[in-house]
């Protein structure tokens, strides 16, 4: 079968399962189309096609809470922002109906030849009280998990997706409408971060590989580090006064969100000039830990090292003591220096040997850790100034910088409006 022939018959496929109205009548046309493209030998998707679906997936999954149920063309639901005056809305203070409408054009771009699919997911919606839309969503969430299922670094792309996404948008409700208690959600939020589970995020932006654009797997990877260390540092101020730090995890896991999208999506050039500020934390951190691993070094090998300066002190004095006169002095210590290979000339080969052999790795992770930092959006707590002195020396410990607030500015927007207008309700569907 030629390439065109075995594409034609999976999109085929695809379009007459689509034909049915429902996502599930679609399931079949796609394994037919994704065998027809194993058969062609089809190129797989561009970097970052398959983590975008997966994020929508998640986020589409979510749409009906934000609608708070109510059916389509009940106008803006409850979640839609408001729009300063003589302002045009952007795309998260439109409605739930208009959001929704741009996300199922967003679906049949990523879907490619199975965008059919999309289609019959958005009849669902259309319908009264969304009926059958729940399960059409989770159909055919389990169909992108079939078709992916050959390919170990897309379905591993598709995971991190819908992973992260739901990890910066929970909690996702306003407090006035939460159904558990405020330590349920600091646990919720917590939990996100707990290290069995970061793991196999972590895992997942390994496995993608090339699935995602250059570096960014390792980007958020480390990234994704400082905040576990973040959470865990304040961990026990969040379990006890989650109210009052709420507003301010919840917006820093907002922009967090856009931010990791960006890179894993291929929307931000990871390749262009990083902050100063970046830069800063970076060497920080890279000098923290080298610090770290000559300590541990010096610990574990200590025996090794004791006994080499003691054998050194010993054919010293030996040397000095059965010589006479100065010139013969001298002699001898070099003697034994050049015994132990500890001349100037075998001193600098060595190190520069060394230094060249590690350039290229240090260099590397300082580049790393700058990116990271660069794409790192951290909470600002509120907190007394002793109390922020000892989370800042915890956190500088784990090389994560603390994050700084722009006072100044906050407290003239709480004075103008009452409150940040970042602390309204956001929608979650075209948030990133």
Request: include cysteine; aromatic fraction near 6%.
């Amino acid at each position: 079968m030629s390439d065109d022939a075995a594409n034609g018959a999976g999109a085929d496929g695809a379009a007459a399962g689509a034909a049915d109205g429902t996502a599930a009548g679609a399931a079949d046309g796609t394994a037919a189309q994704a065998a027809g493209g194993a058969a062609g030998g089809l190129a797989g998707p561009a970097p970052g096609t398959v983590f975008s679906l997966g994020w929508l997936m998640a986020q589409l999954f979510s749409a009906p809470e934000d609608d708070g149920g109510t059916a389509s063309g009940s106008g803006p639901g409850p979640a839609a922002a408001a729009v300063l005056p003589g302002r045009l809305p952007t795309v998260t203070e439109l409605g739930q109906d208009e959001r929704m409408t741009l996300a199922f054009a967003e679906l049949e771009d990523l879907l490619g030849a199975r965008q059919g699919l999309a289609a019959a997911l958005e009849t669902t919606w259309a319908a009264g009280g969304h009926a059958g839309y729940d399960d059409a969503v989770l159909t055919l969430h389990k169909d992108n998990i079939s078709v992916f299922a050959h390919d170990q670094k897309q379905l591993s792309a598709y995971q991190v997706g819908a992973a992260l996404s739901d990890m910066c948008w929970l909690p996702d409700k306003p407090p006035s409408s939460q159904s558990q208690s405020a330590r349920q959600e600091s646990a919720q939020f917590l939990q996100e971060f707990e290290r069995h589970r970061l793991a196999t995020v972590q895992t997942w932006l390994a496995e993608a590989g090339s699935a995602l654009p250059d570096s960014s797997g390792g980007i958020v990877s480390r990234s994704l580090q400082n905040w576990q260390n973040w959470a865990d540092v304040n961990a026990s101020s969040l379990d006890s006064g989650w109210a009052a730090a709420r507003p301010a995890v919840v917006d820093a896991l907002r922009a967090q969100a856009r931010a990791w999208h960006a890179v894993l999506a291929g929307q931000t050039d990871t390749s262009g000039q990083t902050s100063v500020e970046a830069w800063v934390e970076a060497g920080e951190s890279i000098l923290r830990t080298t610090r770290m691993l000559g300590l541990r070094t010096l610990r574990r090998f200590w025996p090794v090292v004791a006994v080499i300066l003691a054998a050194t002190g010993g054919l010293l004095y030996l040397a000095i003591a059965n010589t006479q006169g100065t010139a013969s002095v001298w002699a001898s210590v070099v003697t034994v220096a050049g015994a132990f290979g500890l001349s100037g000339a075998s001193l600098r080969a060595a190190a520069k040997k060394a230094a060249g052999g590690i350039e290229k790795d240090v260099t590397a992770a300082a580049v790393l850790d700058a990116q990271a930092w660069a794409v790192t959006w951290l909470p600002t707590l509120p907190q007394g100034l002793l109390q922020q002195t000892v989370r800042q020396i915890r956190l500088r410990r784990r090389g994560v910088a603390a994050p700084q607030a722009k006072k100044g500015l906050d407290q003239a927007i709480v004075s103008a409006l009452g409150e940040r207008p970042d602390h309204q309700p956001r929608p979650r569907l075209g948030a990133e």
